[in-house]
């Protein structure tokens, strides 16, 4: 029974205990490993929560997240948890391989007719899509000869949220060209900048935890995966895990394409490593 | 360790070699005796590293270990072999592993030179010079 | 616009996950793409450890035998361990190192395993048991390398001992390292490899 005007006193500390099997269960469901270096920055999300809950103590929080069927309070702190930094054109020599050596590659053992499959995964805010989207239309010439499918996904439902809108700062835009901004954007009060509806309805965002092998089983006979800057975010086990779903997910002779710090030679075997003008990528052999 | 009877590369560009093993220590015994001669020393920590650091840039000699996780000593040499780009790159072998059907296998995959670990100083310098053509301390 | 959508059914459905008799066939199948999944599949039943055990006995495709191993450590436990643990003698240096790294991730379940494997007759199983200590183990096996370096004929497993203690040893190894250097004095390798791990150890 709530009692006015006395207010419980909000728990301002996690105790090392509260702090690892908070960190244990979020990686088991996501995979995302935090060590004690994170401490500072796990304490105060799982903190805000804890009050935003109301819940009387960190321990009854865990509960709360533990036993809610709902999966709603786990996706708030996922949300709250995630490090979603991205922006237009990060690592353009990738898209540069895409279309200069990937994407011929890829349509040399395609039928006409048969479609080519891009996924971005994770797409967090939508501008990693989105510059797949118009690099192809920019400067893949074969471009009008494929129907060409982009597939965008994220396990943060406040950036699928984003992405969808496609609303963005002009920090987020800065490295595009002055010609792609105009062709492409529609330009917003405030230095803020609108990508063109056409392009918002051609992607399809979804929601999709990489860890979760079941939500990764609808996904099949992609050619090219982005997987840039999450598995930094995951321990070797996850990792691992992510690179088997993965590969499972692509066509035989399919590519994923990791973030520039990140390289599959310490998680797994699976893939050849190829060589571009443009980028070092890997490859699901054909057999 | 002593350095001053270490004799100096004739001049002209440093020889690149990559170092391969899994043991961060025996890649930290390769530099220090390999660096004060003038050699530059990349490290990797398996052949899947190996290969994509090769990919990156040229090297004069890898010296690989046969025992290593994801892609072995052996996979990898075939691997090089079979790789345009990198498929004349030289090998020094080294391994734990000292029978006769190991040194074969190792031929067979590729292998220039095979030396049965642990591979001292002196053996060390005078293999990497011979097999990058440097100068013979 | 050549950018289309897709179908809404291609994206988000899940398929329902196959019954255990279908699993249990489908590790059999000359298909490499069903027997991974089978691995994967298996891991929910109880028996799971069975199931992949049976398939991995005589997996070739290292793609499968790594979707294998990856659902043992997902389930974990000791009757786990004890189906990796025999891989630690495999002719195969990936499937050993695979091995290696899954009782690892298994953690204290691995403990009994390890305490055998790591005083193994043959050499090359030693090297490889070590392997296991990296990693979540603890204190119990950093100890156990302590204790056995000190007797280790072999120049190369006392080196694998060494490269390990050097990443999981307390302040307490030193003295051990040390001693270990004392027995070879004439080797240069072993010098180096006990000054390098020296200066990697915790102080204080
Ligand atoms: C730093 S962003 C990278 C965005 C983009 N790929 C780039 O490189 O610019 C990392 C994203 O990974 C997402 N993420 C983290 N764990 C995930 C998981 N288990 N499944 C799917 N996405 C995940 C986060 O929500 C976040 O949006």
Redesign the interface.
Known sequence: MPVTGTRQAVPTVVTDDEFRKFCDFIYRRTGMSYGQAKRYFIDHRLLERVAQTESSSVQSYLALLRFDTTGRELETIVNALTVNETYFWREEHQFACLTRSILPDIVRRKRRGERVRVWSLPCSTGEEPYSIAVWLLEHWPDVDHWDIEILASDIDTRVLAAAREGVYDARSVQRLPKQVLGRYFQSLPDDRWRILDTLRGSIEFTRVNVADRNEMAAFRDIDVIFCRNMLIYFDDVSRREAAESMFACLRPGGYVCLGHSESMSRISSLFDVRRYEDAIVYQRPFT | ?TEDNVTPLRPGPAKRLLVIDD????R??YR??LEPMGFVVEE???G??A??KA??APFDLAIVD??????????FVRKLRTTE?IACLPVLMTS??DRDSDIAAARAAGVNLYLV?????DDLRLFTSIMTGAEIP | MPLVKPPAHQTGTVPPHPDRASVIAAIDSCDPAVRRAAAWAARVYADGVDIISHGLAVEKDPAVAEAMILNLVAIGGPKAAAVLAPLLRSQDATRRFAAAEALRDIGPDALPFFDVLIRDRDPQVRIMAAEVARGQLGGAAAQTLERLLSDEEHINVACAFIDVLAEIGSVETADVLRGYAARLPGSAYVRFTVDAALARLPKE
């Open positions: 360790m043991a961060a220590l025996i930290a015994y220090q005796t990797a920590f398996n899947l590293e290969l994509e990919l990156m046969v025992n290593m996780p994801k892609m072995d000593g052996l996979s780009e734990t592993r670990k642990p591979v001292g100083e």
